[in-house]
């Protein structure tokens, strides 16, 4: 393929994998032989949304060198491993796509028909640092194993191949449908019973938790700073609250106290998706499934009742808050952080939940490994946004 031609292909590839939902920000990657000695990948930490075919990067194949100055992807020895070993992969995108995220965290092989899509059965690699050489041996071992388009690495996300761009799109999709096809035959293997309209997916793990969700939480709405002030907005309505000046608003509160708590967090909002909200109810911090949600909310999640000193408290030096059967209150220093970490923290409570309908105890990734990717994070990563 011409070199112009594969980073055309490649930037429109990043966009639609940003605006189909399977990444936030510039997670994942995408990358295209050129012929049988390179390749070109999206480089490290620009916006999908603004690619320039020069900031595409060549990648040898034979000793993974890029040439220019641009960094490709952290991950260009995973993409440079199916080159090597798959010469019939002309095209590689790697997701974070949500149901084969949740999979992923589980660090179970996906069983799929011989031949279809995906070739035979969708592998899930050993857990890795993200752009480690441990990762990239872990998906060379797999990547070997067979004829499969599909790949999981363990609580990380997918590895889609195809032929052609079309080809590993139509993997990730099918992928995403396999996913959640393997969480419906669990609920019914649990259940013993077929799945119906009427069944409502954690009200039933819930229960078998001897828990159940209140019919109503808290409402604790959406504010973003001003100077010493914060616009807060309770469904059409806003208000203008001094930061300094006590309101007995418990709401209003929350937020303001927040803010003067954490000077770096400039937007607040309030997420009750299916997921965090039935996480919230146990009434628990919630540790580390899918990696991506260490380095956006940090190693842990904690949980607090309504009593705003201790919410504060409970958030700590993270990005989110859990508040008892009231879902998350995510943070940011823009509205991109917080829909980001919304976005990762649905996946990483779901992985939790929908364990439960497996045999295996789902491990959490290690506290260290945990700190590392948050400490990177915050020097390096979240400053080109």
Known sequence: MELSEARNQVIEAGKRLLHSGLIARTWGNVSCRINENQFVITPSGRSYENLKPEEIVIVNISDGRPWGNVLPSSESGVHREVYRLRPEINFVIHTHQPEASVMSALDRDLEAAPGGVFGGTVYCAEYG??????????????????????????????????????????????????????????????????????????????????????????????????????????????????????????????????????????????????????????????????????????????????????????????????????????????????????????KNARAWLISQLFPEEIQAIPREECDKMRAFYLQSYSKRF
Request: with cysteine.
């Open 129 to 346: 640092f993200p752009g480690s050489v441990e990762l990239k041996n872990h998906m060379g071992a797999v990547i070997a194993k067979g004829d499969s388009r599909a790949l999981l690495m363990a609580h990380h996300g997918a590895l889609c191949l195809g032929e052609t761009m079309e080809g590993a799109f139509r993997v990730a999709v099918s992928l995403e449908l396999l996913s959640s096809h393997q969480i419906k035959m669990a609920f019914e293997e649990t259940l013993g019973r077929p799945m119906t309209m009427e069944d409502s997916l954690y009200d039933i793990i819930l229960n078998r938790l001897n828990v159940s969700i209140p019919e109503e939480g808290c409402p604790l709405y959406y504010s973003h700073r001003i100077g010493t002030c914060m616009e807060f907005f309770r469904n059409e309505e806003k208000h203008i609250v001094e930061l300094q000046e006590d309101t007995a608003d418990f709401a209003e509160t929350v937020h303001r106290k927040i803010y003067l708590a954490r000077p770096d967090i400039d937007y607040i909002s309030q997420y009750t998706n299916a997921s965090m909200l039935a996480y919230s109810v146990l009434g628990r911090e919630i540790a580390t499934y899918i990696d991506d949600f260490a380095q956006i909310n940090g190693p842990i999640m904690g949980c607090s009742d309504l009593d705003a000193d201790r919410i504060v408290a409970a958030l700590g030096e993270n990005h989110g808050v859990q508040v008892k059967a009231s879902g998350v209150l995510c943070c940011g220093k823009t509205t991109g952080d917080v829909d980001a970490l919304a976005m990762v923290a649905e």
